[in-house]
């Protein structure tokens, strides 16, 4: 694949072995030509990218966000390659767009990127300061489910949607982020595991079976019950798929309760896109027709 982006070296210190957790922002300074890092604390981390604000040089340049991988190894390098051909199917204004690659020139590997800084909050952070008015629960709501249709249209699942990668923007928006589990639908993501958030995950994917923009949906279900209710519908997660599987389906069993102020649409679309089974969720033309309809 060829990129069509600028190149950045991030420099020597990615190669040696004391980066490959990296702990503190001075190991990224090997590319401070290009930016300054703008926090000691990191905006964000997976199991194989750690994720700093950061602003073009020269002094007073744009902000930006980095996600650099934690360790020079194939399979986080792998996933890093996915997460930058992913976010060329997704794009604005459902995912953030890739401004700039980084490699380690040595090796000629792509370890990282950078997306712009776009203003606002995730949702995880607004829900932890309490309910939301139900205007915001509406506006929100809305705006999440218009992102996770838009994304299936790009002919991408997300695989690891939860509050705290949607971020709701000073404009009013819903943009989705970390897409480092995400697939292109149809590729292989059969694998059967909790590498995603467990408490966030559908059925399928806790089974192993095939994903595809449904179980995005019932993730979308999930994360709608908690604007609603200020509370997740699942607040522990085992250790196992199988045991997660299982709490699942005991819990969705049990049916849902909605006792906060719930617009009437949402109320039946949160009931309809937390079927247990895929073929009888609701697909992304119900969704589309339901919000249409409004």
């Not at 607004?126 to 299936?152: C, D, Q």
């Not at 249209?153 to 971020?167: F, M, N, T």
């Not at 089974?207 to 609603?228: M, N, P």
């Not at 997660?244 to 389906?249: P, V």
Request: with cysteine; aromatic share 4%; charged share 25%.
């Amino acid at each position: 694949m060829s990129y069509p982006y600028p190149l950045t070296d991030p420099g020597a210190a990615l190669a040696t072995a004391e980066t490959k957790v990296l702990r503190t922002h001075r190991r990224l300074q090997p590319f401070a030509a290009r930016f300054d890092i703008q926090s000691r604390r990191l905006l964000g981390g997976g199991a194989h990218g750690v994720v700093f604000r950061v602003r073009e040089r020269p002094r007073n340049g744009r902000l930006a966000v980095a996600k650099v991988a934690r360790r020079l190894e194939p399979t986080t390098l792998e996933a890093i390659r996915n997460e930058v051909e992913v976010l060329e199917l997704a794009r604005p204004p459902v995912a953030p767009m890739v401004q700039g690659l980084l490699y380690h020139r040595p090796s000629n590997s792509l370890v990282g990127f950078t997306t712009p800084h776009v203003p606002g909050q995730t949702l995880a952070s607004l829900l932890s300061k309490g309910p939301l008015e139900p205007e915001a629960v509406e506006r929100i709501g809305r705006a999440l489910i218009e992102a996770v249709l838009e994304l299936g249209k790009c002919g991408v699942v997300h695989r690891d949607l939860k509050p705290a990668h949607v971020l709701v923007t000073d404009a009013g928006g819903a943009l989705l982020l970390d897409f480092g589990l995400a697939r292109r639908i149809g590729d292989d993501c059969e694998r059967r595991g909790v590498s995603c958030t467990p408490q966030y995950a559908s059925p399928e994917q806790l089974e192993g079976g095939r994903q595809d923009a449904r179980s995005d949906l019932f993730t979308t279900g999930l994360i709608l019950y908690e604007l609603v209710e200020a509370n997740p519908l699942f607040r522990e997660a085992p250790g196992t798929a199988e045991e997660c599987r299982s709490l699942q389906r005991r819990r969705l069993e049990l049916g849902l309760e909605i006792s906060r102020p719930c617009p009437a649409w949402m109320r039946q679309l949160i009931g309809r896109l937390l079927a247990d089974d895929p073929r009888w969720r609701a697909d992304t033309a119900e969704v589309t027709a339901l919000l249409g309809a409004i």
